[in-house]
């Protein structure tokens, strides 16, 4: 009888760095869903110009693992929703090039923005924002 190891017995789901690694060119084929929208009076960014500002996250899922997304918003006083890149996103997704590597910050950092630009999320807050003051 053959003996397994512990470190043999579960096999490893995710990375080292619990990051989920996606071609670049895959990352607008991932179903994202409005998980949670907050207000947060902590959020920076417009801070003269907003009067208010909270963070949003999203879920999907990516070849069977969990991915998250999430930033923060800013609501200006004509009631338009805007995303504040003063920080950047909070993810777990990773995104990897042709070759297989880690894709450069501000390279990674621009698909992220354009993933998110590309969400109905400003629906969604508004819905929140309404539900919390009606």
């Known amino acids: 009888m053959m003996e397994q190891s512990a470190s043999n017995a579960i096999p490893q789901m995710f990375s080292r760095d619990y990051c989920v690694r996606v071609p670049q060119r895959r990352l607008g084929d991932i179903l994202f869903e ?13 801070r003269q110009k907003s009067f208010r500002g909270g963070m949003t996250e999203w879920v999907g899922r990516c070849g069977g693992q ?6 923060d918003w800013g609501q200006l006083e004509d009631g338009s929703i805007c995303l504040l890149k003063a920080v950047s996103p909070r993810t ?20 992220l923005w354009a993933l998110i630009e590309s969400l ?3 629906g969604e807050v508004a819905a929140s924002l309404r539900s919390l003051h009606p």
Do not use: F
Not at 66 to 71: D, H, I, P, R, T
């Open 92 to 111: 777990n997704l990773m995104a990897i090039d042709a070759k297989g590597y880690d894709m450069p910050g501000n390279e990674a950092l621009d698909d």
């Open 120 to 122: 109905p999320w400003r």
């Open 66 to 71: 969990a991915v998250s997304l999430g930033w």
């Open 34 to 46: 409005h998980l949670c929208t907050e207000q947060d009076p902590g959020v920076s960014g417009l």
